[in-house]
């Protein structure tokens, strides 16, 4: 039960705004696996010279060695395929991120962007941004 509970939370944080709607995307990762599940942007007032932060939410915090000013790599999973067979090839992930963490607790953390790395040291990424559902990892 408390697994099913855990379950239903995470379909609950990797909602996605669509329209005036939320719908809630199923996920394959496993309960280990460290992604970004939330993403909160502050609201634009129109104030001339306001820079607006958007905070990444993730699933690792002090319990996994994280603290206020960890460096967090952020990698994006995507599949291959092989045009000759029409097969999925194999997932490849590359890291494409870096995020510093603001606050951290528990079990969760919120970070902010730090640097996106160079397009010419990353493959196509669409969006050119962090998203819900990319594999974070403290960075080495």
């Given at each position: 039960?408390?697994?099913?509970?855990?379950?239903?939370?995470?379909?609950?944080?990797?909602?996605?705004?669509?329209?005036?709607?939320?719908?809630?995307?199923?996920?394959?990762?496993?309960?280990d696996t460290a992604i970004v599940y939330s993403v909160?942007?502050?609201?634009?007032?129109?104030?001339?010279?306001?820079?607006?932060?958007?905070?990444?939410?993730?699933?690792?915090?002090?319990?996994?060695?994280?603290?206020?000013?960890?460096?967090?790599?952020?990698?994006?999973?995507a599949p291959s395929y092989d045009l000759t067979t029409?097969?999925?090839?194999?997932?490849?992930?590359?890291?494409?991120?870096?995020?510093?963490?603001?606050?951290?607790?528990?079990?969760?953390?919120?970070?902010?962007?730090?640097?996106?790395?160079?397009?010419?040291?990353?493959?196509?990424?669409?969006?050119?941004?962090?998203?819900?559902?990319?594999?974070?990892?403290?960075?080495?």
């Amino acid at each position: 039960m408390e697994r099913l509970r855990k379950r239903s939370s995470l379909l609950l944080f990797c909602g996605v705004m669509v329209g005036l709607g939320w719908v809630a995307i199923p996920s394959a990762l496993s309960e280990d696996t460290a992604i970004v599940y939330s993403v909160f942007k502050g609201i634009d007032l129109g104030e001339p010279n306001e820079i607006l932060q958007k905070d990444y939410f993730v699933n690792l915090g002090v319990n996994q060695g994280i603290r206020v000013g960890t460096i967090l790599e952020v990698a994006r999973k995507a599949p291959s395929y092989d045009l000759t067979t029409d097969k999925l090839y194999k997932d490849l992930i590359f890291p494409f991120a870096l995020l510093r963490v603001i606050h951290a607790e528990k079990d969760a953390a919120i970070a902010r962007l730090e640097k996106i790395y160079p397009p010419d040291k990353t493959p196509v990424v669409t969006p050119r941004s962090v998203i819900v559902g990319d594999l974070v990892r403290i960075s080495k």
